[in-house]
């Protein structure tokens, strides 16, 4: 008999995206013919630049001819696109080598299996709010306790809040763990961390011999050039730490499927030597994954080219003027907003201490407009609604005028 692994039923009800749909939809049928204003989901909507578009096409194109086709391709990704990435990474000032690059179909899925590298009693430690996966894969692994539906976290593991106080990014454990997944530019509070912050993280894994999961998916949205866009700026962190990346966000690639996670050699873990955690990340790729689609490997590479990156850049300039205009318009109705300078999503205090279905409840009914409840993503998200700044331009200032006209701000007794 086939036993089911009874961890899935351990993961709290309801991912937080369906019941956002589920709600929108209730809407909708209650109110045939009004328009929703989507500021919700974290999706791109601006079509790929030429340069990319050229280096896909040129891909496909060689896909059709027999002297230029091409099958498999290694399952750590084309050595031309890991090359490319390395001086991409130069360019910021760090030196990864080209073999230490897992190109991927994705962050979300690296994201999730990096797990499996780790014993299955590792404490973990998340920063709260926090992009799902983290928790979920964690929770399906076995190393969760139950979840607890008063308090909205997971016995066994180690939250670490991000708060007004600290700028939604929380300093290291006071205990023991072993693992730990931050996520910088963070996704939902909008929040970057500092070298300083970094520092601070790199010195207790290494005191605690910890591995940092390093989710950099929205580096490139920083501007700010104080601002570390990879966790690698902080020298020690090849010893302690692993980043996955994406072509996501940084290119318009969430339907094209590319990412990258970076495994250093001089890595190392509990009893795991230098070199042992890339070949276990190597092993695991060769026989679970048999690489990235080779369309969107070409497509990455014509990211990095010198057009490819300046016409990349130009989309995510757009995105971050919706940002702008998200917040100069959520501040004139007097909200607080946080984050969206650095990053695509802005985190936006709930009025009157409400809660933040309660809010994302009342911004569908008054506004027809979609946010994400923070609370969707960790206990410390409760009070807070997410906004993204994906969109075009014209839906963006719909939203936001619907949110100006609309939306009122009732004293609560
Ligand atoms: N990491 C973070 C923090 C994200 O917000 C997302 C997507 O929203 C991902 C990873 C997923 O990236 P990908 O599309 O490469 O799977």
Redesign the pocket.
């Known amino acids: 008999m086939a036993i089911i692994n009874k961890n899935f039923r351990t993961l709290a009800a309801g991912y937080l995206f369906p019941e956002i749909a589920r709600r929108a939809k209730a809407y909708q049928d209650a109110n045939q013919g009004v328009a929703l204003h989507r500021l919700g989901i974290?999706?791109t909507t601006e079509a790929l630049p030429p340069a990319v578009l050229a280096g896909l096409h040129a891909k496909v194109d060689k896909l059709g001819h027999n002297d230029t086709y091409s099958g498999y391709g290694d399952e750590q990704g084309d050595t031309p696109l890991r090359e490319a990435l390395a001086s991409y990474y130069k360019s910021l000032g760090v030196e990864i080598l080209p073999d230490e690059f897992f190109v991927?179909?994705?962050?979300?899925?690296?994201?999730a299996n990096i797990q499996s590298l780790f014993d299955r009693r590792s404490i973990i430690a998340i920063q709260d709010p926090?992009?799902p996966?983290y928790v979920d894969s964690n929770v399906v692994a076995g190393r969760s306790g139950q979840f607890d539906r008063e308090k909205g976290y997971y016995e066994n593991f180690v939250y670490l809040p991000g708060t007004e106080e600290n700028k939604f990014f929380p300093a290291p454990p006071t205990q023991k763990v072993d693992l730990i997944y931050l996520?910088s530019p963070?996704?939902?509070t909008g929040a970057v961390a500092t070298h300083e912050q970094l520092q601070a993280f790199v010195d207790y894994a290494i005191t605690h011999k910890a591995v940092i999961i390093f989710?950099a998916?929205?580096s490139e949205y920083i501007s700010d050039e104080n601002l570390p866009k990879t966790i690698y700026e902080i020298p020690e962190a090849r010893k302690c730490a692993i980043e996955?990346?994406?072509?996501?966000?940084f290119a318009g690639?969430?339907g094209v499927?590319?990412?990258w996670t970076i495994v250093p050699h001089e890595l190392v873990a509990e009893e795991a030597k230098p070199g042992e955690l890339h070949s276990m990340w190597f092993r695991r790729q060769c026989t679970f994954f048999n690489g990235a689609s080779n369309i969107a490997q070409a497509g990455g590479l014509a990211v990095l080219s010198p057009e490819g990156l300046s016409q990349s850049r130009a989309i995510i300039a757009y995105y971050m003027e919706n940002a702008r205009i998200i917040r100069e318009g959520l501040r004139s109705v007097g909200l607080t907003v946080f984050g969206g300078d650095n990053a695509p999503y802005l985190w936006v205090q709930t009025p009157k201490g409400m809660g933040s279905w309660e809010f994302f409840d009342q911004l569908l009914q008054q506004c027809q407009v979609i946010a994400t409840p923070g609370s969707g993503f960790g206990p410390a998200g409760e009070h807070y609604i997410r906004v993204s700044a994906f969109g075009h331009r014209e839906n963006i200032l719909r939203a936001v005028a619907s949110i100006k006209d609309n939306l009122v701000l009732e004293v609560r007794s």
């Open positions: 974290g999706n991927s179909d994705g962050a979300k899925a690296d994201a926090a992009y996966v996520c963070n996704n939902p989710d998916a929205y996955i990346n994406s072509f996501s966000k690639f969430t499927r590319l990412g």
